[in-house]
């Protein structure tokens, strides 16, 4: 039998607020266990929630970008379960009135492009953490993280690989970034996957029973973890064997997934408007205010690099994969004011590769977007080739200085004068006898590599443009 994998993601995405959704209590990083705990977060009895504007900023942005519907009403509700590290033994989460609704993210497997229909985003409290690592058979408990702002983001089970899941897990990552409200950092927890897997026979249209594989925080372990859990499901089927309805943990050092407890339901949870706090409900003006304040969006970005700047699809779309490479781009492109796919070739080629060599991210390349425009401008004015650009950008790269100090320095500037590149053609073609002969035989190949020839003599100084003028018209 074929079978035909389905899989809808839950992400949870930690928004980028200085302090906690429902109190002042900061939400950095990495402090010491409980230091950043205040008594909304320990769950002290009296103390009441008060709602993050910030928070909810965010949770608008991302409906705008993901152009879902944005509830001018939405409700708080309690999420009842216990746990050492919920202490008030409730999450504030949204249930029945979740912020943002209906919205949709397009990715791109191959050459296809898909839409992935996202039902609904809503806003809540992060849980603590416990610690079971050096307390002598017990666990510790670590409250920094609890009332750290989060948005869970739904999609409909609209995917059908592996490979689909984690496109739009790279594509929603990305937005998010670019957009601002986190900062994608899935070590640190920022940005973690929950799939839902199940399987049918290929050309059902009923749901198979899903899994939900819990909080992957890479995007090879979201890849791995449904590979196997899809393989397992079909195995399981195809020796006899259900599914049951249940919720899985992914094991990096296996590479299994393993049940951790059968499938809770909703009604489990008694879900029910929170008293302590207000509907949540958003003015027109306030909406308008943040999609006036938006970004333009990488996918409307990609867009305009084909049509307004001529760019390939493959180079607008690399471009456009996160928005510090983008701004990058455009703030060179901007300086340069010449043709763009030449500043392209150079941001994809020699500066990504630099980066890459040295695992650098593009807000640290040690040349700014000013000075690689200011050594493209030495490209087109023909002060040097592209070939001793190349160089002047590597002495560039290990502070050497601006590109044109390099080239004086260096004594790298192109020679333009047309007597100086005579005596060299003269030079060459006396002493390449033999190709002189292949060329006037019809051999048009001969004639590259007179010029090359040329090129290395003026160790790659001569203006190529004039070599071949000159040459041509002494060989003709
Ligand atoms: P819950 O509230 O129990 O987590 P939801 O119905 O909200 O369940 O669904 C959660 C996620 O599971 C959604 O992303 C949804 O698309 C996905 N999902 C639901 N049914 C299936 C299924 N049969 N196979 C794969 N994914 C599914
Ligand atoms: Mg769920």
Redesign the pocket.
């Known amino acids: 039998m074929q079978w035909e994998v ?5 992400t949870h995405v930690q928004l980028q607020t200085k302090s906690k959704i429902f109190s002042g209590a900061s939400t950095a990083f990495g402090a010491a266990p409980n230091t950043q705990a205040d008594a909304v977060s320990i769950a002290l009895p009296g103390v009441l929630p008060v709602l993050n504007r910030e928070a909810v900023r965010c949770a608008v942005k991302f409906g705008l970008a993901v152009n879902a519907e944005i509830s001018r009403r939405s409700v708080f509700a309690r999420k009842n379960y216990f746990y050492p590290d919920l202490p008030k033994g409730y999450q504030i989460s949204q249930y029945e009135h979740p912020i943002i609704r209906k919205g949709s993210l397009t990715i791109q497997v191959g050459d296809t492009e898909k839409t992935i229909r996202i ?1 609904r985003a809503h806003l809540e409290e992060d849980a603590g953490k416990s610690l079971h690592e050096d307390f002598h058979g017990m666990s510790g408990i670590d409250l920094n993280r609890a009332g750290t702002p989060l948005l869970e983001i ?4 609209d995917m059908r690989s592996a490979t689909e899941a984690v496109a739009y897990a790279k594509r929603l990552h990305e937005l998010v970034m670019w957009i601002g409200i986190c900062d994608g950092n899935m070590q640190e927890g920022s940005f973690r996957c929950d799939a ?3 399987v049918r026979p290929k050309g059902s249209d009923e ?4 899994r ?1 594989i819990k909080n992957l925080n890479s995007f090879r372990f979201l890849q791995q973890a449904i590979e196997y859990e899809m393989r397992w499901q079909i195995e399981t089927l195809e020796e006899g064997g259900t599914i049951e309805q249940a919720t899985v943990l992914f094991d990096p050092d296996t590479g299994e997934t393993r049940a951790m407890r059968s499938k809770e339901e ?1 009604n489990d949870y008694r879900y029910f408007p929170d008293p302590d706090l207000l509907p949540l409900e958003l003015t027109y003006d306030w909406i308008e205010e943040i999609k006036a304040s938006m970004p333009e969006l990488p996918q409307a970005m990609e867009e305009r690099l084909v049509r307004e700047y001529g760019l390939p699809p493959y180079d607008a779309a690399t471009l456009t994969s996160s928005r510090a490479l983008a701004d990058y781009f455009m703030a060179t492109v901007g300086a340069f004011g010449g043709e763009p796919k030449l500043v392209s070739n150079w941001v994809m080629g020699s500066v990504a590769a630099k980066l890459n060599e040295e695992g650098k991210d593009i807000t640290e390349s040690p040349v700014k977007p000013d000075q690689l425009a200011r050594l493209l401008k030495r490209i087109t004015d023909s002060t040097i080739s592209g070939k001793i650009a190349k160089e002047v950008f590597a002495a560039m790269w290990t502070g050497e200085g601006e590109a044109d100090e390099i080239i004086e320095k260096r004594g790298l500037r192109q020679v333009s004068d047309a007597g100086a590149i005579e005596a060299m053609v003269d030079q060459v073609l006396a002493t390449n006898a033999a190709m002189v002969a292949e060329y006037k035989s019809g051999k048009e190949k001969a004639f590259n590599a007179l010029v090359g020839q040329c090129m290395k003599a003026s160790k790659g100084k001569a203006n190529p443009a004039q070599v071949n003028e000159i040459l041509r018209r002494k060989l003709s």
């Open positions: 389905v899989i809808g993601l839950e039902t739904v999609t409909e089970p839902n897997v199940s749901l198979g029973t899903r939900e909703a």
